[in-house]
């Protein structure tokens, strides 16, 4: 099962200039969290933001969280190509009988140099 | 950081065989372990939750007498694919999340599997 929406799916950008991911959910969180992973390799983690946050920087990147719209936002900014990468989100989702962590569809970033 | 393994990276097998996948946490003890599959060019779909000592719990619509998934110790949780056919080729990742951090968890590197 996946959560919901990112958006967009796919992103194409000119090195140096900034980039803006989406994410939407649908239910109740404990945390999201935003991965990326290059064409055939496993994940990295990038950022965690709890349901109690409203926004956290790490570098040049910037994610925000809205819990009252479900959405959250990961922006890259100063991109370099070696941002060329998916990127997805992952949502903890509130415990009800089991753990569940449960990722968006992802956004495919180029950046061109 | 902490580290998640998986066992092996690569698989090619024959159709009809069963692959058995380990994923360990290799300095951290893990309460909970996720399996996931992730299709070329797509999002990684989670599969099934394992806790140690008890049986999985699998997503709608992954047979769990398919792809059986044992959590024996707090350290090792394996996914086997029975009779695999060409259509369970995937990549398969693991993630194990620390007990003593309950909201990290940590993905291995992934088992890319071909059946032919």
């Known amino acids: 099962s996946q959560q919901g929406e990112e958006d967009p799916q796919a992103l194409s950008i000119q090195e140096g200039e900034n980039a803006t991911m989406n994410c939407s959910y649908k239910?109740?969180?404990?945390?999201l969290q935003w991965y990326r992973q290059n064409s055939g390799r496993g994940l990295v983690h990038l950022i965690l933001?709890?349901?109690?946050?409203r926004e956290k920087h790490s570098g040049r990147l910037r994610v925000t969280l809205d819990t009252s719209k479900k959405s959250s936002s990961l922006l890259i900014t100063a991109s370099r190509a070696a941002d060329t990468a998916s990127y997805f989100c992952?949502?903890?989702?509130?415990?009800?009988?089991?753990?569940?962590?449960?990722f968006g569809p992802g956004t495919s970033l180029s950046v061109i140099p | 950081g902490a580290v998640v393994s998986q066992h092996p990276s690569r698989v090619i097998c024959k159709s009809g065989t069963s692959v058995k996948i380990e994923c360990r946490s290799l300095?951290?003890?893990?309460?909970?372990m996720f399996w996931y599959r992730q299709f070329p060019k797509q999002s990684l779909m989670l599969m099934a939750t394992?806790?140690?000592?008890?049986?999985?719990?699998?997503e709608q619509g992954v047979e769990k007498d398919k792809f059986l998934i044992n959590h024996a110790s707090l350290t090792l949780s394996t996914l086997t694919v029975t009779s695999a056919h060409p259509e369970d080729s995937s990549f398969y990742i693991c993630?194990?999340?620390?007990?003593?951090?309950?909201?990290?968890?940590?993905f291995g590197p992934g088992t890319r599997l071909l059946v032919l």
């Open positions: 993630s194990a999340r620390d007990r003593r951090i309950q909201e990290t968890q940590y």
């Open positions: 239910t109740s969180i404990n945390n």
């Open positions: 933001i709890r349901s109690n946050e």
């Open positions: 992952a949502t903890d989702e509130v415990k009800t009988s089991y753990d569940k962590v449960i």
């Open positions: 300095d951290f003890q893990a309460t909970t």
């Open positions: 394992s806790n140690e000592g008890s049986k999985a719990t699998y």
